[in-house]
């Protein structure tokens, strides 16, 4: 009986359990970043563009060492590792997977922030209902760290003055 | 790959550049009767002299980039076919900063580039800008990649199989999901990462699924502690298996102290 596989002639898949090619799902991958952060080798990229107020994930497979811990730190689940192997490829552009995601305008200034509105819908979602109200919320979300900042120096300059007065 | 080289019998030089020795030891293995690569015609040879293609293995250190490159240009002029093998190779893997690795003066430093730059190519790009003639360059990433992928490589390289992998972008159009759990969201992310503590990011997210439904069947009862409690015991009855009502009971504790501290409106640890 011959034991050669058949492998280039035939499928193959591999176990369940085996960590393959990683996959970031584009329908739930919010852009917050967390596996940038992760990432030992510097697989993944966050590239945040300000005059066109997109941010891109950028995974290069060809710099993962599939040791999961996007998987790990991921809190929506998006980023995923599959059983895929089969990543040869003549051109390293195959090995790229872009994620891009609009940011948030700032309702004052009108600048991009520095995160995506999928990440203010998941926030939105983690926050406790019973102590924060939602509509009161979302009128202070959208808004710029520069502007915020900004409205809490002068409500507390105003605030001083009243006193003051 | 444009102008395909008529190859039949393909004899490989195996090259290793600072390489951990896990991708040279599955190259060891596509040798092995089991998955025999030399049915494929591909025969190991010892000198670089008597190579078609070279197997390159590691992130190419600056010790090994003479070497390396005497190697190459060793080879016979055509068709001088790299086969690069393992992450390190592609672009310098889990190694791409370290001091020993070398990149050209071009590269600069690591930035924001994509496809990430690093590994052998640097040694190709020199070559190429000295004049030397370099093949066809095929890329098999992984860490180490599977004795089936060099062979899945090998044979695209012969022109057996096709690619199966393209460069994906994504944009906002693709629509967005989020999921709801039958549980409080912040109750659950704070359960799943106490999960990781114990079992692992494989496993945590099937176990929190039949934790959740159990949740949610006890809290429709009037007295959702003592429902959970029994719940859970008739649970770990069926599964039988130590590791998993382990689990079932941490979570439990867990799930009583987040709500109750949560539900009384006090602060609780998040992240345990």
């Known amino acids: 009986m011959p034991v050669t596989l058949r492998y280039p002639f035939t499928e193959l898949e591999a176990p369940p359990e085996y960590r393959g090619l990683p996959h970031i799902d584009p ?4 852009g917050c970043g967390a596996c940038v952060n992760a990432c030992p080798p510097d697989a993944i990229l966050r590239i945040d563009d300000y005059d066109r107020g997109t941010r891109k994930i950028v995974l290069d497979i060809g710099r993962c060492i599939r040791c999961a811990r996007c998987e790990e730190v991921c809190p929506t689940g998006a980023i995923r590792l599959t059983n895929l192997f089969e990543a040869a490829s003549p051109d ?18 009108g600048n991009y922030t520095d995160f995506t509105e999928r990440q203010v819908k998941k926030a939105l979602q983690i926050l406790p209902k019973e102590i924060l109200e939602e509509e009161a919320l979302e009128e202070k979300v959208f808004i710029c760290r520069n502007c915020r900042r900004k409205g809490t120096v002068d409500a507390t300059i105003n605030a001083t003055k009243e006193v003051v007065l | 790959m444009s102008a395909k080289p008529k190859l039949r019998s393909v004899w490989v030089f195996h090259l290793n550049t600072g390489a951990c020795n896990g991708c040279d030891i599955e190259i060891l293995d596509i040798l092995t009767p089991f998955y025999d690569a030399e049915r494929l015609g591909v025969k190991l040879v010892g000198s670089p002299r008597h190579a078609h293609a070279m197997l390159v293995t590691g992130p190419l250190t600056r010790q090994c980039y003479h070497g390396a490159k005497k190697a190459i240009k060793a080879m016979p002029p055509k068709p001088r076919i790299i086969v690069v093998i393992g992450t390190c190779a592609c672009s310098g893997g889990i190694f791409y900063n370290g001091y020993p690795i070398y990149r050209r003066p071009e590269s600069g430093r690591e930035g924001c580039e994509y496809p990430r730059r690093g590994g052998i190519i640097e040694l190709i790009e020199d070559l190429r800008d000295e004049g030397e003639y370099v093949g066809p360059v095929i890329y098999i990433p992984g860490c180490p990649p599977r004795p089936e992928e060099i062979l899945y490589g090998i044979a695209q390289l012969l022109g057996l199989v096709e690619k199966k992998l393209e460069g994906e972008h994504y944009t906002e159009e693709v629509g967005f999901e989020l999921p709801e759990a039958p549980i409080n969201e912040r109750i659950r992310l704070t359960l799943r990462e106490k ?8 496993d945590r997210d099937k176990i929190l699924e039949d934790f959740m439904e159990l949740v949610k069947k006890a809290e429709e009862s009037e007295k959702p502690k003592e429902e959970l409690k029994k719940l859970i015991d008739e649970y770990n009855a069926k599964i039988r298996d130590v590791r998993i009502s382990f689990c079932m009971r941490l979570l439990e504790n867990e799930y009583w ?13 998040y992240w345990v």
């Open chain 1, 27 to 30: 329908k739930l991958c919010i």
């Open chain 1, 92 to 109: 390293r552009r195959d090995h790229i997977e872009v994620v891009e995601l609009r940011l948030v305008r700032c309702k004052v200034c």
């Open chain 2, 195 to 202: 999960l990781r503590h114990v079992v692992g990011y494989f």
């Open chain 2, 257 to 269: 102290r987040v709500r109750d501290a949560l539900s009384a409106g006090k602060e609780f640890v």
